[in-house]
C-alpha cells in the first residue's frame, strides 16, 4: 500500500487549480494588514508559454517563489500569502504551464521535458528581476526546483525550501517512484474523461491529501474541502495526462548528487506519516546529503502540510527566511 499511494508524490499533487475563489480570499484578506496585493502577471517562457504568477507584500521585501504541485496551483498558497508572519515579504506564487492561469499548451511536446519547468522557473526569475530570492517548492513543485538547480546552478538564489519533497535523494527511491508511477491506482481516474469518473477522482485525491485516507477529508472544513475540489478541477484532464506522460515520470530522478553539492541553505518540511511521500524515511535521507539542512517535522498526517498546519509552517518558515542573504 505503501508503494501504492507512493508514487502520488511523484507528480505531487493535488489541489488542483484555480485562483481560490472570491469568498476565501475574502475571508483570509482580514489577515493581510498592509499587504501590497497585485493582480496576475504573466512572463513569457523559453518556448512562448505564457506563466501566471500572483504577487502578494510589498514589492521590496525578500523575494520567495512558490512552486505547487501536480494539478494544483498558486491558490494553494493562500495561507501563506496571507500570512502576518510574511507579510514584509514579496511572495510570488507561479502557476506552472498547464495549470491556473499559465498557458495551457495542447502540444504534448511542452509537457516532454523538466528542462521546461526549469525554464518557467528561470523567467519568473529573470523577467520579474527577482534578486535572489528563496524557492519553496512542494511535492512536484521540489522536483521543479531540482530540475531548475541542475540547469541554472545556485547563482541567482539564496535558498530552497523542500516541501513534502519530491527530492529523490538516491537511486534506489528513484527506481521505485518511476516503477510505481506506471501502476497506481489513484492516477487513471484523475486522467480520465468520463466527468464522474475523474470528479470521483478528484474527491479521493483531496481526501487522500489532507487525511491519508480517500474516503474522509479529515480536519478540512467543507469550505476548504471544496476550495480544494475546485482548484483541482481548473486544471483540465489533458495537461494531467501530459504530465504523467511526460515530466510526471522524468522528473523522479535520482537528485543525490544535487543535493550533496548543494552551497545555499536548504530547509526540509513534512509531516510525520505523510499518507503520499513517506517524509520520515525522505526527510533523513534528504538531510543526510545535505549541508547544515533545516529540518522541520509537524504533526502526523497529511500531504499539504502548508495548508493542515499553517502557524507552525509559516513561523517556520520566516524564521528560516529571516536568516538567507538575499
Known sequence: MVQKIFVLLILSAVVGQAQVSEDALASSGSNQGSFEAHPTDFVTSSDGTLIAVQQSGPSQGKPIVLIHGWSANSAIWVQQQSSPLLRQDHIVAMDLRGHGYSGKPSDPNAYASPSLLADDVNAVIQQLHLHRPALIGWSLGAGVVMEY??????????????????????????????????????????????????????????????????????????????????????????????????????????????????????????????????????????????????????????????????????????????????
Open 149 to 326: 538547480l541542475q540547469k541554472y546552478g545556485q547563482s541567482f538564489i539564496s535558498g530552497i525550501d523542500i516541501v513534502d519533497s519530491l527530492a529523490c535523494p538516491n537511486a534506489a527511491i528513484a527506481q521505485l517512484a518511476s516503477s510505481e508511477l506506471k501502476s497506481d491506482p489513484f492516477l487513471p481516474p484523475l486522467a480520465s474523461n468520463d466527468a464522474p469518473t475523474n470528479f470521483a477522482g478528484i474527491v479521493a485525491y483531496v481526501n487522500l491529501f489532507a487525511s491519508g485516507s480517500p474516503t474522509s477529508s479529515g480536519p478540512l472544513t467543507q469550505g476548504e474541502e471544496l476550495m480544494l475540489q475546485d482548484i483541482m478541477l481548473t486544471t483540465p484532464v489533458f495537461v494531467r495526462q501530459n504530465y504523467i506522460n511526460g515530466v510526471g515520470s522524468a522528473i523522479t530522478a535520482d537528485f543525490g548528487a544535487l543535493l550533496a553539492s548543494l552551497t545555499v541553505p536548504v530547509m526540509l518540511q513534512g509531516a510525520h506519516d505523510d499518507p503520499i511521500f513517506p517524509q520520515d524515511v525522505l526527510i533523513p535521507a534528504e538531510a543526510a546529503l545535505i549541508k547544515n539542512a533545516t529540518v522541520k517535522f509537524y504533526q502526523t498526517g497529511g500531504h499539504i502540510t502548508f495548508f493542515l498546519f499553517p502557524e507552525p509552517f509559516n513561523r517556520d518558515l520566516a524564521e528560516w527566511l529571516a536568516k538567507l542573504r538575499f
